[in-house]
Protein backbone atom coordinates (compact mmCIF):
# COMPACT_ATOMS: atom_id res chain seq x y z
CA UNK A 1 0.00 0.00 0.00
CA UNK A 2 0.78 3.49 -0.54
CA UNK A 3 0.89 7.13 0.77
CA UNK A 4 0.99 10.62 0.11
CA UNK A 5 4.49 10.00 1.23
CA UNK A 6 4.86 9.11 -1.76
CA UNK A 7 2.50 8.65 -5.18
CA UNK A 8 -0.83 7.40 -2.38
CA UNK A 9 -3.92 9.36 -2.58
CA UNK A 10 -4.64 9.07 1.48
CA UNK A 11 -2.03 10.55 4.15
CA UNK A 12 -0.42 7.48 6.66
CA UNK A 13 -3.65 7.67 9.08
CA UNK A 14 -6.09 7.85 6.71
CA UNK A 15 -4.59 4.27 4.85
CA UNK A 16 -5.11 2.60 8.73
CA UNK A 17 -8.96 3.78 8.94
CA UNK A 18 -9.43 2.83 5.36
CA UNK A 19 -7.78 -0.56 6.62
CA UNK A 20 -9.87 -0.70 9.43
CA UNK A 21 -12.73 -0.24 7.53
CA UNK A 22 -12.12 -3.20 5.04
CA UNK A 23 -11.78 -5.45 7.81
CA UNK A 24 -7.96 -5.96 7.62
CA UNK A 25 -5.46 -6.46 10.70
CA UNK A 26 -1.92 -6.78 8.89
CA UNK A 27 -0.60 -4.61 6.60
CA UNK A 28 2.76 -3.28 5.33
CA UNK A 29 3.02 0.04 3.32
CA UNK A 30 5.74 0.38 1.12
CA UNK A 31 6.28 4.15 -0.33
CA UNK A 32 8.33 4.90 -3.30
CA UNK A 33 11.75 5.58 -2.36
CA UNK A 34 11.02 7.04 1.30
CA UNK A 35 10.30 5.64 4.77
CA UNK A 36 8.71 9.22 5.53
CA UNK A 37 5.39 7.70 6.17
CA UNK A 38 6.69 4.76 8.61
CA UNK A 39 6.12 6.80 11.97
CA UNK A 40 2.47 7.78 11.09
CA UNK A 41 1.43 4.74 9.56
CA UNK A 42 3.07 2.74 12.75
CA UNK A 43 1.45 5.17 15.20
CA UNK A 44 -2.26 4.87 13.80
CA UNK A 45 -1.69 1.25 13.06
CA UNK A 46 -0.94 0.74 17.28
CA UNK A 47 -3.56 2.78 17.61
CA UNK A 48 -6.72 0.97 15.68
CA UNK A 49 -5.20 -2.79 16.63
CA UNK A 50 -3.69 -3.08 12.94
CA UNK A 51 -0.56 -4.97 12.83
CA UNK A 52 2.06 -3.24 9.85
CA UNK A 53 4.95 -4.52 8.33
CA UNK A 54 7.68 -1.63 7.88
CA UNK A 55 8.23 -1.95 3.81
CA UNK A 56 9.24 0.26 0.93
CA UNK A 57 9.47 0.23 -2.86
CA UNK A 58 12.87 1.31 -4.53
CA UNK A 59 12.91 1.97 -8.33
CA UNK A 60 15.78 0.16 -9.67
CA UNK A 61 16.94 1.26 -13.71
CA UNK A 62 17.78 -2.35 -15.99
CA UNK A 63 18.82 -0.35 -19.97
CA UNK A 64 16.74 2.23 -19.04
CA UNK A 65 13.29 1.01 -17.48
CA UNK A 66 12.28 0.72 -14.05
CA UNK A 67 12.00 -2.35 -11.69
CA UNK A 68 10.44 -2.17 -8.90
CA UNK A 69 11.76 -3.48 -5.58
CA UNK A 70 10.07 -4.14 -2.68
CA UNK A 71 11.87 -4.36 0.62
CA UNK A 72 10.77 -5.25 4.05
CA UNK A 73 12.05 -5.22 7.70
CA UNK A 74 15.40 -3.35 7.15
CA UNK A 75 17.01 -0.71 9.53
CA UNK A 76 15.82 2.52 7.44
CA UNK A 77 18.69 3.99 9.63
CA UNK A 78 21.17 1.81 8.28
CA UNK A 79 23.67 4.50 6.45
CA UNK A 80 24.70 3.52 3.12
CA UNK A 81 20.86 2.76 2.39
CA UNK A 82 19.77 6.72 3.73
CA UNK A 83 22.52 7.88 1.62
CA UNK A 84 20.93 5.43 -1.63
CA UNK A 85 17.15 6.44 -0.87
CA UNK A 86 18.33 10.28 -0.51
CA UNK A 87 20.06 10.07 -4.25
CA UNK A 88 17.08 8.31 -5.40
CA UNK A 89 14.21 11.24 -4.52
CA UNK A 90 16.89 14.10 -6.24
CA UNK A 91 16.69 12.10 -9.47
CA UNK A 92 12.96 12.09 -8.77
CA UNK A 93 13.16 15.62 -8.89
CA UNK A 94 15.66 15.58 -11.63
CA UNK A 95 13.09 13.54 -13.83
CA UNK A 96 10.01 15.20 -12.54
CA UNK A 97 11.75 18.88 -13.62
CA UNK A 98 12.52 17.29 -16.92
CA UNK A 99 8.76 16.13 -17.46
CA UNK A 100 7.59 18.95 -17.05
CA UNK A 101 9.85 20.86 -19.80
CA UNK A 102 9.25 18.50 -22.51
CA UNK A 103 5.28 18.77 -21.69
CA UNK A 104 5.70 22.59 -21.92
CA UNK A 105 7.06 22.15 -25.51
CA UNK A 106 4.53 19.70 -26.16
CA UNK A 107 1.79 22.56 -26.15
CA UNK A 108 0.58 21.55 -22.82
CA UNK A 109 2.21 23.18 -19.67
CA UNK A 110 1.31 22.64 -16.21
CA UNK A 111 2.13 24.24 -13.01
CA UNK A 112 4.59 21.83 -10.90
CA UNK A 113 5.60 24.57 -8.65
CA UNK A 114 3.25 24.14 -6.08
CA UNK A 115 3.33 20.44 -6.22
CA UNK A 116 7.06 20.09 -5.90
CA UNK A 117 7.55 23.17 -3.26
CA UNK A 118 4.96 21.42 -0.74
CA UNK A 119 6.14 18.27 -1.23
CA UNK A 120 9.97 19.54 -0.29
CA UNK A 121 8.94 20.95 2.82
CA UNK A 122 7.53 17.49 3.89
CA UNK A 123 11.19 15.54 4.94
CA UNK A 124 11.91 12.53 3.04
CA UNK A 125 8.46 12.88 0.63
CA UNK A 126 8.78 11.03 -2.55
CA UNK A 127 8.18 13.07 -6.01
CA UNK A 128 6.69 11.16 -8.92
CA UNK A 129 4.77 11.06 -11.55
CA UNK A 130 1.54 10.87 -10.62
CA UNK A 131 2.44 14.77 -9.31
CA UNK A 132 2.77 15.75 -13.30
CA UNK A 133 -0.45 13.73 -13.75
CA UNK A 134 -2.53 15.31 -11.72
CA UNK A 135 -0.87 18.83 -12.67
CA UNK A 136 -2.39 18.12 -16.47
CA UNK A 137 -5.91 17.22 -15.04
CA UNK A 138 -6.00 20.98 -12.82
CA UNK A 139 -4.78 22.46 -15.95
CA UNK A 140 -7.27 20.88 -18.00
CA UNK A 141 -4.91 19.10 -21.13
CA UNK A 142 -6.57 15.43 -19.87
CA UNK A 143 -9.62 14.34 -17.99
CA UNK A 144 -8.42 11.87 -15.71
CA UNK A 145 -5.02 10.81 -14.21
CA UNK A 146 -5.33 7.09 -16.32
CA UNK A 147 -5.69 9.83 -19.61
CA UNK A 148 -2.60 11.35 -18.67
CA UNK A 149 -0.81 8.42 -18.33
CA UNK A 150 -1.80 7.01 -21.22
CA UNK A 151 -1.37 10.06 -23.37
CA UNK A 152 1.92 11.75 -21.89
CA UNK A 153 3.57 9.93 -19.20
CA UNK A 154 3.68 6.04 -19.55
CA UNK A 155 6.09 4.23 -21.06
CA UNK A 156 6.59 5.57 -25.04
CA UNK A 157 4.69 8.22 -24.95
CA UNK A 158 5.93 11.59 -25.53
CA UNK A 159 6.79 12.88 -22.31
CA UNK A 160 8.08 10.28 -20.51
CA UNK A 161 11.76 10.29 -19.31
CA UNK A 162 13.73 7.64 -18.41
CA UNK A 163 14.84 7.01 -14.64
CA UNK A 164 18.52 6.87 -13.46
CA UNK A 165 19.56 4.57 -10.83
CA UNK A 166 21.07 1.76 -9.58
CA UNK A 167 20.32 -2.07 -10.95
CA UNK A 168 18.14 -4.57 -9.55
CA UNK A 169 20.79 -6.79 -8.07
CA UNK A 170 21.98 -3.57 -6.42
CA UNK A 171 19.52 -3.12 -5.09
CA UNK A 172 18.75 -6.89 -3.63
CA UNK A 173 22.33 -6.72 -2.44
CA UNK A 174 21.76 -3.38 -0.40
CA UNK A 175 18.94 -3.97 0.96
CA UNK A 176 20.19 -7.51 2.73
CA UNK A 177 23.01 -5.45 4.16
CA UNK A 178 20.51 -3.14 5.79
CA UNK A 179 19.13 -6.51 7.10
CA UNK A 180 16.06 -6.78 5.12
CA UNK A 181 14.30 -9.03 2.13
CA UNK A 182 13.91 -7.92 -1.34
CA UNK A 183 11.24 -9.01 -3.39
CA UNK A 184 10.74 -8.26 -7.01
CA UNK A 185 7.48 -6.52 -7.71
CA UNK A 186 4.73 -7.35 -10.12
CA UNK A 187 6.69 -9.08 -12.75
CA UNK A 188 3.53 -9.57 -14.65
CA UNK A 189 2.92 -6.11 -14.46
CA UNK A 190 6.57 -5.04 -16.14
CA UNK A 191 7.23 -7.54 -17.73
CA UNK A 192 10.42 -8.73 -16.33
CA UNK A 193 10.55 -12.37 -16.03
CA UNK A 194 13.94 -12.08 -17.98
CA UNK A 195 15.50 -10.82 -15.00
CA UNK A 196 13.98 -13.20 -12.46
CA UNK A 197 16.92 -16.20 -12.97
CA UNK A 198 20.25 -13.63 -12.90
CA UNK A 199 18.30 -11.94 -9.83
CA UNK A 200 18.30 -15.21 -8.00
CA UNK A 201 21.90 -15.79 -8.76
CA UNK A 202 22.88 -12.48 -7.31
CA UNK A 203 20.42 -13.53 -3.77
CA UNK A 204 16.86 -12.49 -4.40
CA UNK A 205 14.92 -13.92 -1.87
CA UNK A 206 11.04 -13.37 -3.09
CA UNK A 207 8.95 -12.40 -5.74
CA UNK A 208 5.78 -11.02 -5.88
CA UNK A 209 3.06 -13.12 -6.90
CA UNK A 210 -0.14 -11.91 -6.18
CA UNK A 211 -1.01 -8.26 -7.31
CA UNK A 212 -4.52 -6.55 -8.71
CA UNK A 213 -2.32 -6.80 -12.56
CA UNK A 214 -1.34 -10.33 -12.64
CA UNK A 215 -4.42 -12.55 -13.84
CA UNK A 216 -4.60 -15.95 -12.46
CA UNK A 217 -2.50 -17.87 -15.51
CA UNK A 218 0.29 -15.49 -14.37
CA UNK A 219 -0.63 -15.62 -10.65
CA UNK A 220 0.01 -19.77 -11.19
CA UNK A 221 3.29 -18.62 -13.40
CA UNK A 222 5.17 -17.02 -10.43
CA UNK A 223 4.21 -19.13 -8.04
CA UNK A 224 5.33 -21.95 -10.10
CA UNK A 225 8.71 -19.85 -10.68
CA UNK A 226 8.76 -19.53 -6.56
CA UNK A 227 8.34 -23.25 -6.07
CA UNK A 228 11.48 -23.48 -8.69
CA UNK A 229 13.80 -21.23 -7.53
CA UNK A 230 12.77 -21.78 -3.72
CA UNK A 231 11.69 -18.76 -3.15
CA UNK A 232 9.55 -16.64 -0.70
CA UNK A 233 6.41 -15.01 -1.84
CA UNK A 234 4.94 -11.71 -1.55
CA UNK A 235 1.63 -10.30 -2.71
CA UNK A 236 -0.61 -7.37 -2.09
CA UNK A 237 -3.24 -5.06 -3.46
CA UNK A 238 -0.79 -2.23 -4.28
CA UNK A 239 -3.30 0.21 -3.01
CA UNK A 240 -2.98 3.53 -3.87
CA UNK A 241 -6.35 5.43 -2.61
CA UNK A 242 -9.66 6.46 -4.09
CA UNK A 243 -9.41 8.01 -7.34
CA UNK A 244 -6.05 6.77 -8.24
CA UNK A 245 -6.36 4.71 -11.00
CA UNK A 246 -5.10 1.56 -8.53
CA UNK A 247 -7.78 1.70 -5.45
CA UNK A 248 -9.45 -1.83 -6.52
CA UNK A 249 -7.04 -4.49 -4.91
CA UNK A 250 -7.79 -3.37 -1.21
CA UNK A 251 -8.70 -6.12 0.29
CA UNK A 252 -9.60 -8.45 -2.91
CA UNK A 253 -5.73 -8.98 -3.40
CA UNK A 254 -3.33 -10.46 -0.04
CA UNK A 255 -0.48 -12.81 0.78
CA UNK A 256 -1.54 -15.92 2.01
CA UNK A 257 -1.24 -17.00 5.79
CA UNK A 258 1.25 -19.87 4.84
CA UNK A 259 3.34 -17.39 2.54
CA UNK A 260 3.03 -14.99 5.14
CA UNK A 261 3.92 -17.02 8.07
CA UNK A 262 7.21 -17.77 6.03
CA UNK A 263 7.94 -13.97 5.39
CA UNK A 264 7.79 -13.23 8.77
CA UNK A 265 9.91 -16.02 9.79
CA UNK A 266 12.72 -14.70 7.10
CA UNK A 267 12.88 -11.40 8.45
CA UNK A 268 12.63 -12.02 12.08
CA UNK A 269 9.29 -9.56 12.03
CA UNK A 270 6.19 -10.63 14.64
CA UNK A 271 3.10 -9.57 14.97
CA UNK A 272 3.28 -6.43 17.40
CA UNK A 273 1.17 -7.63 20.93
Known amino acids: MHTTASDGRSTPSQLVDEVVAMGITTMAVVDHDTTAGWDEVSAAAAVAGVACMPGIEITAVDHGRDVHML ?39 VDLQGAMAEAARSAGRAMGRPMAAAALVAAGHVASIREAFDRYLAEGRPAFIERQGAQPAAVVA ?19 DHLIPDLVAAGLPAIEVYHPEHDAAETARYRQMADTFNLLVTGGSDYHGVGSGRSQ ?8 AADFTRLAERTGWTIPC
Open 249 to 256: GLGQFYLP
Open 174 to 192: LVARAGGVTSLAHPGKTQK
Open 71 to 109: GYCFDRNYPELVTFLSTQREDRTRRLREIGDRLARLGVP
